[in-house]
């Protein structure tokens, strides 16, 4: 997790903590990580900010690919100029996942402020042509928040994405930094364990490790004094920590999970689970290899 000024335009702002602070995360902390990885792991560098942004950024995915893991990205698109593209297609990037709100220039630019639609729109197409062109694998999926206006064009927004990108995924709306949905895209189903705590930890870019996603964003919220830091304690003893702390109803992580609304992310039905509807217009079979 990359923290960049951005976080001063986040709705979110108000409940944030008064010691919490704002820092790229320290170069030995993003390598140790790497380096603990299981062999072959899939890694999906994101950020609170813009992942491209960080001066490391290149440099931590190739370095990624050197240690024989798969990286993919998450990013908003503004700067993947022809360059960049091409370079992280050669290193390897499996999968981009572009966020961008909606289908309209005056939606999206009045949404995302310093931004510019029609020029995420022309780098989302140089990236499908240089993939083509070099024959990669890689995914070109697009994230949406399902917002209360988009709402009612979502088949416009499926129609203008299906030729352009590979998937699209539509993203429930959230309330709060514990992932209260404005409206879920299907019907939760009780949850007794969350297992998206087994899916993989996340660096932070203070060092500590976050077991889920809920738990990243948390942090940037309330204390929580029991994540582990990647710079004092081995990855593997951390994450065995934490699958111990799941299985213990009183640990201060199930105690988090009692508030977090993520948990029913995990039960999927024909392409949708609470928090997310994916809409796939290419198999990834037939992405040129």
Request: proline share 3%; net charge positive; no cysteine.
């Given at each position: 997790m990359?923290?960049?000024?951005?976080?001063?335009?986040?709705?979110?702002?108000?409940?944030?903590?008064?010691?919490?602070?704002?820092?790229?995360?320290?170069?030995?902390?993003?390598?140790?990580?790497i380096e603990q990885l299981l062999p072959k792991s899939r890694i999906l560098f994101s950020a609170a900010g813009e992942f491209l942004m960080s001066p490391m950024a290149i440099d931590y995915i190739e370095y990624a690919g050197r240690c024989g893991h798969t990286p993919m990205l998450l990013t908003n698109g503004l700067l993947l100029?022809?360059?960049?593209?091409?370079?992280?297609?050669?290193?390897?990037?499996?999968?981009?996942?572009?966020?961008?709100?909606?289908?309209?220039?005056?939606f999206y630019d009045n949404l995302r402020l310093r931004s510019d639609f029609q020029t995420v729109i022309n780098n989302v197409a140089q990236l499908r042509r240089l993939r083509d062109q070099k024959s990669k694998a890689a995914i070109i999926n697009i994230n949406s928040i399902l917002l209360a206006q988009l709402e009612p064009y979502k088949e416009e927004i499926v129609s203008f994405w299906t030729d352009k990108v590979d998937q699209l995924s539509f993203l429930a709306e959230r309330l709060d930094y514990c992932g209260a949905p404005r409206k879920t895209i299907i019907e939760p189903p009780p949850v007794k364990l969350c297992f998206a705590l087994l899916e993989g930890p996340l660096l932070l870019s203070n060092g500590l490790v976050a077991p889920c996603c809920s738990t990243a964003i948390g942090e940037w919220f309330e204390p929580?004094?029991?994540?582990?830091?990647?710079?004092?304690?081995?990855?593997?003893?951390?994450?065995?920590?934490?699958?111990?702390?799941?299985?213990n109803d009183d640990s201060p992580l199930r105690l988090y999970c009692r508030k977090c609304h993520f948990g029913t992310n995990s039960y999927w039905q024909n392409g949708k689970s609470s928090f997310c509807e994916i809409h796939q217009?290419?198999?990834?079979?037939?992405?040129?290899?």
């Open positions: 990359f923290h960049s000024e951005d976080h001063q335009s986040y709705q979110f702002l108000k409940w944030r903590r008064s010691d919490w602070k704002r820092q790229e995360i320290p170069t030995k902390f993003g390598i140790s990580f100029t022809s360059d960049i593209s091409a370079r992280l297609l050669d290193l390897g990037v499996s999968t981009f996942i572009i966020s961008i709100d909606g289908w309209q220039k005056d929580m004094p029991w994540l582990l830091s990647v710079e004092h304690v081995p990855l593997t003893e951390i994450v065995r920590s934490y699958r111990e702390m799941m299985l217009f290419v198999s990834t079979s037939k992405i040129n290899r």
